[in-house]
């Protein structure tokens, strides 16, 4: 069974600098999907990035990107200039292909974000 | 577009009720899903269901059953409340399309008490 563990319950850090969020996970598949969500206060899940397993090039979405190491089943999340904005729950996801169509999640890293 | 519509928004059960959450997405997905939400315990998997007719068991579906009524609608019934069902649930819908255009699209969420 797919697992995806997120090793950050909460982490800080100053506005304007960068912070990662960690994710790994546990598959025997080849081709599946990478998400990182993010959840404010008021319960909307938003997609912040993804990455195609089967692309070697790391995802960048504005001021995130991720570190998608596949051998060692690594998907990190980098927040650059952080704003106070940013402040959230953060989810990574993965998602089985190939019709199965099964999607797991972490268990979150809360993200604070100090003036 | 409506998007993902879940309701009701809020329900208080007691202990050994029964009822339903219902979930309607106006996109023509394929795909649906359902996840619990608890503090500490991250989005898991209750049901999914890749396409109408299919349903398939997460990871938490014990005392959940669901109904694939239609390609729109994906129901969650609880035939007999427990304590342990008070969480937050929320209803997904994904577009099976290109991978350019792989979206993941959420509900705005029901929260359960089961006194």
């Known amino acids: 069974a797919q697992t995806v563990t997120q090793s950050q319950p909460e982490m800080s850090v100053q506005e304007a600098e960068t912070v990662t969020l960690s994710c790994t996970y546990d598959?025997?598949?080849?081709?599946?999907?990478l998400f990182w969500y993010k959840q404010p206060p008021s319960r909307q899940m938003i997609l912040v990035i993804r990455?195609?397993?089967?692309?070697?090039q790391n995802a960048t979405e504005n001021r995130f990107s991720v570190n998608f190491q596949k051998a060692a089943k690594s998907f990190s999340l980098k927040i650059s200039d952080s704003q106070l904005g940013d402040a959230a729950m953060y989810f990574c996801?993965?998602?089985?292909?190939?019709?199965?169509?099964?999607?797991?999640f972490g268990k979150g890293t809360k993200l604070t974000v100090n003036p | 577009n409506a998007g993902v519509t879940q309701t009701p928004k809020f329900q208080v059960l007691k202990t050994g009720q029964s009822m339903t959450l219902q979930c309607a997405q106006d996109?023509?997905?394929?795909?649906m899903y359902w996840y619990r939400q608890d503090p500490g315990m991250g989005l898991r998997l209750i049901y999914y269901?890749?396409?109408?007719?299919?349903?398939d068991k997460g990871e938490v579906p014990n005392g959940y059953n669901v109904s694939r009524l239609n390609k729109r609608e994906f129901s969650l019934r609880l035939e007999s409340a427990a304590p342990s069902q008070t969480s937050v649930y929320f209803c997904?819908?994904?577009?099976?399309?290109?991978?350019?255009?792989?979206?993941?699209?959420f509900g705005s969420g029901t929260q359960l008490s089961v006194l």
């Open positions: 997904a819908s994904r577009d099976r399309g290109l991978p350019t255009n792989e979206k993941l699209f």
């Open positions: 598959t025997s598949e080849s081709d599946y999907y």
């Open positions: 990455q195609e397993a089967y692309k070697q």
């Open positions: 996801a993965y998602l089985t292909q190939g019709g199965s169509e099964k999607l797991v």
């Open positions: 996109m023509n997905h394929n795909s």
């Open positions: 269901s890749a396409s109408e007719g299919t349903t």
